[in-house]
């Protein structure tokens, strides 16, 4: 009897997320799921592996659905539980990987800032396939995904990715796929393939020292339906429509080498 397709799940929102458990939902249909997740919340994180975590492990079962899905939270980063759970809790390769449901729009340079796709690269990097999937939220609902928040349409353009990921062979250079869904989106929204945006998305903002607060925060930077287009900023804020972008491990600059290497060498 063939086995069915084990699909690893992370965050960085915390093992406690309602947008985890709303992936594992939608994704239980595919395959066979497992939940490698942070213990707390781990949003800004990137592909980090922090010596001050622990690696304390927390063995715990939910059941959705009428499955029981086995889950461990650690002391760690979204990173992290990837490499946990290759070394550590799966016994055979996984056939894809998926991080989120996120709190909040992963865009534009923005994305190595973000544990969701930091996780998902760092799944790439073991060989999985991986989906990066987050919802637009306003930035108050980024930690905590605010109160009674619908994951519904998300979890429609989670599955719909997940099996094109377990069932299609992927073009060379597509490591992960970076989906963002309009908080406004319903199923029908039609999707587009984007690239990041060069421009911030996020602009800091000085931090409250006065009110005990020494972190920055950070504001959308000017006006978002003014971004390039075929961005993914263009695609969540301009045109509305889910946004797919298409990314690699490989950041090399596309620079032709020949430009730059005349430009280092030459002799002032």
């Known amino acids: 009897m063939l086995k069915r397709p084990l699909i690893l799940l992370t965050n960085d929102d915390g093992i406690e997320s309602d947008g985890l458990w709303a992936a594992v939902d939608a994704l239980l249909p595919l395959g066979e799921v497992m939940v490698v997740a942070p213990d707390r919340q781990w949003s800004g994180a990137g592909r980090s592996m922090p010596h ?14 009428g499955y029981v899905v086995p889950a461990y939270a650690l002391d760690a980063s979204p990173a992290l539980c990837i490499v946990h759970a290759m070394i550590e809790f799966v016994a055979r390769p996984p ?26 690269l760092e799944a790439a990097a073991h060989g999985i396939p991986a989906l990066a999937i987050s919802l637009e939220m306003p930035i108050s609902d980024h930690l905590t995904g605010g109160q009674e928040k619908d994951y519904t349409v998300a979890q429609v353009f989670t599955r719909h990715f997940a099996r094109w990921l377990l069932t299609h062979h992927r073009p060379y250079d597509v490591d992960a796929l970076n989906v963002n869904v309009p908080a ?77 290497e005349e430009q280092l060498r030459r002799k002032e």
């Open 184 to 260: 406004a989106a319903t199923s029908r929204t039609p999707w587009q393939l984007t690239h990041l945006c060069r421009n911030r998305y996020f602009t800091p903002t000085p931090p409250n020292r006065a009110g005990g607060d020494g972190r920055p925060g950070y504001i959308v930077n000017g006006d978002p339906t003014l971004a390039e287009y075929g961005s993914d900023v263009w695609a969540l804020h301009a045109a509305r429509v889910v946004s797919v972008t298409p990314i690699s491990q490989d950041i090399t600059s596309r620079v032709a080498f020949g430009v730059i």
């Open 52 to 65: 001050t975590v622990t690696g304390d492990v927390k063995e715990m079962y939910r059941e959705v659905n």
């Open 95 to 120: 056939a894809l990987a998926v991080a989120g449901i996120n709190f909040g729009e992963n865009i534009s340079t923005e994305v190595t800032i973000s544990g969701t796709v930091g996780a998902a």
